[in-house]
């Protein structure tokens, strides 16, 4: 089994929308509205200054994807990459797919002098994604996370 990383490009858009509508699904029980999910992947897609997907193929054929965003940071006059929207088809987990996206980042980001660290969040409950974080060498941030969301007569239907 082979696993390669590599950055998506827009003829991977329907497969990202595929994965996100499962990863929500399955993370957090909500149905996105399939229209504007497609609208935000395609949006990053060709705006690259918000962020870039990745893609993950096992022999070939499409495996996980995740997304990373940015943040500026004052503190540290630097950007974090937030790893976003990880999904890796069940067949493939715990085969090193989420690692090898995983390491990917991490070299890449290491690799730009802008960059001052890596940051995702993760449901309360997903021990194994926990678990997985941890073994990557990541640790708790030691913040919680709010948000206030706006009605855009958009989103999920949950």
């Not at 996105?32 to 200054?49: F, I, N």
Request: proline fraction near 1%; aromatic fraction near 12%; hydrophobic fraction near 40%.
């Amino acid at each position: 089994m082979t696993v390669t990383v590599r950055r998506a490009t827009h003829e991977d858009l329907a497969i990202i929308v595929e994965f996100n509508l499962a990863m929500a699904a399955e993370s957090e029980d909500r149905e996105l509205v399939p229209e504007v999910l497609t609208a935000g992947v395609e949006h990053l897609l060709c705006e690259t200054a918000d962020g870039f997907y990745l893609m993950a193929e096992v022999d070939g054929a499409s495996a996980g994807s995740l997304m990373v965003t940015y943040e500026w940071s004052d503190w540290r006059d630097g950007r974090f990459w937030w790893i976003q929207s990880v999904y890796v088809l069940p067949e493939f987990r715990r085969k090193a797919v989420y690692s090898k996206m995983h390491d990917w980042v991490r070299r890449a980001a290491g690799a730009d002098g802008n960059v001052c660290g890596i940051r995702l969040y993760v449901e309360k409950q997903n021990i194994g994604a926990q678990a997985t974080y941890r073994n990557l060498g990541m640790v708790r941030a030691g913040y919680d996370m709010y948000e206030e969301e706006f009605d855009r007569d958009k989103g999920d239907r949950g």
